[in-house]
């Protein structure tokens, strides 16, 4: 399989495409070895990009976090708001 730039929605339509290949009767066990190699080199891809996706997310989240705990802190300009 070529390295070409793809994403997550190309590789997933690849491995469907594959699924549907090895459940076809008549694929001969050298093909159907590609093709199992092939889905592998994809899911590890997919398993690749959806880390980096959910890291990209969670460090998102917590700056969110971050700015919502700075911004809790200044709020009260009113002295009536200040509980003490």
């Given at each position: 399989m070529a390295k070409e730039e793809k994403n997550l929605q190309t590789a997933f339509e690849q491995l469907k495409?594959?699924?549907d290949d090895l459940g076809e009767k008549d694929i001969d066990v050298?093909?159907?070895l590609e093709?199992?190699?092939e889905g592998v080199s994809?899911?590890?891809?997919?398993q690749e990009k959806l880390k980096k996706?959910?890291?990209?997310?969670e460090k998102?989240?917590?700056e969110i976090e971050v700015e919502e705990n700075e911004?809790?802190?200044?709020?009260?300009?009113?002295?009536?708001?200040i509980p003490f």
């Open positions: 495409k594959i699924v050298e093909a159907s093709k199992f190699k994809l899911i590890k891809f997919c996706a959910e890291n990209e997310f998102l989240r917590k911004n809790e802190g200044t709020e009260p300009t009113n002295s009536e708001e």
